[in-house]
Structures are given as C-alpha cells and as structure tokens.
C-alpha cells in the first residue's frame, strides 16, 4: 500500500541556518507533491507545489527538491527564522476512482527554529 | 476574499450521539474536501464533495456522512458517536476536483475540534 514517511522527531535548528525536512514514500508514482504548513490548533496552509518533471522549486526562502528515483522530497527554508517553527506537511496525490485524486499526508515534522 | 470557515470551532458530545459540522467554502470554490486529524493517525481525507456529490470517499464507516448543497456548502454528520472520534476536523475548498495531472490547490478551514465523552 502507499506510504509516506516523514521524520517523527522534531528539527530543532538556530536562527539563520538553514532547515532541511524529507519525505519519502513508497508505492507511489505520484505525478506531484505538496507541502503545508501547520500551526498548531489551525488548518494546514499550502506553501509549494512540485511535478514529477521538476526537480526543483523555488519560493522566497523555500526550496523543494523532488527525486522520484529515490521516492524523495527534500523541503529546505534559508535563513530560518522563530516565525517559522510550526509542522510542515507533505502530501501526495493517492488515486481514486474516475481519474481524480485522494489526498494522502505525511505525519509531518515538527520544526523549532531557535533564536 | 474571506477564507474557509467551518461551526462549531469546538463541540463537547457524548457517546452515543450525533454531530452535525459545517463548512462554508471560499466564493467560487465548488470543492469541499473534509478531513479528520489525530495525533495517532494524523491528517486522514474523509470525502469530497464536488457541485453537490461526492466525488471521492476515504476509508471511514459508514457513520460519516456528509453533503454538499447548491451554494458549495457543506455538511459533514457522524452518527453514534465514539471515543476514537475525537480528533480535529478539518474542511478545505478548492476550485475544482484534481485529477489527470491538474493539481488545484486546497485552502484550509481553522478546523472543529470535537470531544467525545
């Protein structure tokens, strides 16, 4: 069955470095990927959007990478900041009846971002 | 443009009972996509709703329900309530329903907390 998998334990890192979260899955071929944002007792937020045909994606300070020989993506933020300690998501679209899609999330990783 | 907004933001209920959540779209989204949040299992898709029918339905009993009326709208039921039912439920529109490659991005609502007791 389709699995993804996130790191379960929290990214703690110091302001100004750069963070690097990943998901990887299995059993998928997933023709894109996404990552939220979650703060916490709040919906997730939509940050970025990758296709099986782009390697990489950009977005201010984010930067997503996508491998589908490895079943990875990689989501780094530069120059992190304390505003950006919440639980980043990832998601794939799982395949449903009639040629649409069910989305399917990762469990998430926390980050802390250190002052 | 107002953002997602679903009622209650948070419900205290008992076994055994009934629950009615509701979700308001942003203006001109025709998809509403419900989902239940926990921390054992975390984010899991219930259904979607798409111009009033459901276009798609994850792997939960048949006490979840949900519909979609003319104006986007949408409701999501669960009968005979239990404890594993309490979690963060959360709604999410979009324009349309992905599908073929077409990824239409998904704007989330602030979400009901639910209790059961």
């Known amino acids: 069955s389709q699995k993804i998998e996130q790191n379960s334990e929290a990214l703690n890192i110091q302001e100004g470095k750069t963070a690097t979260l990943t998901c990887n899955y299995t059993n998928y071929s997933p023709a894109y990927l996404q990552w939220y944002r979650q703060d916490p007792g709040r919906g997730p937020v939509f940050l970025l959007l990758i296709r099986e045909n782009e390697k990489e994606k950009r977005k201010e300070r984010l930067k997503v990478t996508f491998d589908t020989t490895l079943k990875q993506s990689l989501f780094h933020i530069t120059a992190s900041q304390p505003a950006d300690s919440a639980t980043y998501l990832c998601a794939l679209p799982g395949p449903a009846s009639g040629g649409s899609y069910i989305p399917t999330f990762g469990r998430g990783t926390s980050l802390i971002v250190h002052p | 443009k107002a953002g997602v907004t679903q009622t209650p933001r948070y419900l205290i209920k008992t076994r055994g009972q009934q629950v009615t959540l509701s979700c308001s779209p942003i203006?001109?989204?025709?998809?509403v996509s419900w989902y239940q949040q926990t921390p054992g299992q975390g984010l899991q898709f219930l259904f979607e709703?798409?111009?009033?029918?459901?276009?798609n339905k994850g792997n939960f009993p048949g006490r979840f329900s949900g519909r979609q009326f003319s104006n986007s709208r949408s409701e999501m039921n669960v009968s005979t309530l239990e404890l594993g039912d309490s979690a963060l439920y959360l709604c999410?529109?979009?324009?349309?329903?992905?599908?073929?490659?077409?990824?239409?991005?998904?704007?989330f609502g602030p979400g009901t907390r639910l209790t059961v007791t």
């Open positions: 203006s001109g989204h025709r998809s």
């Open positions: 709703y798409f111009s009033e029918t459901q276009r």
């Open positions: 999410a529109s979009s324009l349309a329903v992905s599908s073929g490659g077409v990824a239409y991005e998904q704007y």
